[in-house]
């Protein structure tokens, strides 16, 4: 027997779906099991924010050897590692070394969120907001024409 689920909880998809599709702007992005999913991140993920946004440390940290892809958003590096654990004391002693100064850091095995994340671009957080401020604007528009 197949149902279908759709939802925003992930990790109730986790939990209870034997596969599963990442849709985006009414496409099926990636379709596989909950484990292939979360395996396709490709490692753990640390966050680490910096107070300074320059200069940009993003090739030095690639550098290291567990370190498989980093990307800066603003002050705050998303790094994928094969060992995270392992990796974070490296990471935090390369900034540090640069002089920059660390305002946080987290460190998280793959989960369904960080899939999302990696095929779309944004959390689904980010997805909602967007959707909100969409319908407000919807909202505000058809009362001024009213």
Avoid at 86 to 104: F, N, T, Y
Wanted: hydrophobic share 35%; charged share 30%.
């Amino acid at each position: 027997m197949t149902l279908f689920l759709t939802t925003h909880y992930l990790e109730e998809a986790d939990s209870l779906c034997d596969r599963i599709a990442i849709i985006d702007r009414g496409h099926i992005i990636k379709l596989g099991t909950p484990e292939e999913l979360k395996a396709s991140v490709g490692g753990d993920v640390i966050v680490v924010g910096v107070k300074e946004t320059e200069p940009d440390i993003s090739s030095d940290i690639a550098k290291i050897s567990l370190v498989k892809d980093v990307k800066k958003k603003g002050n705050d590096y998303r790094i994928k590692a094969e060992l995270g654990e392992e990796a974070s004391p490296q990471i935090m002693d390369l900034i540090r070394a640069k002089g920059l100064h660390v305002s946080k850091i987290s460190l998280t095995k793959p989960t369904l969120d960080e899939a999302y994340l990696e095929y779309t671009g944004r959390s689904l957080r980010e997805e909602e907001t967007d959707k909100m401020q969409m319908m407000s604007q919807r909202w505000t528009m058809s009362r001024a024409r009213s």
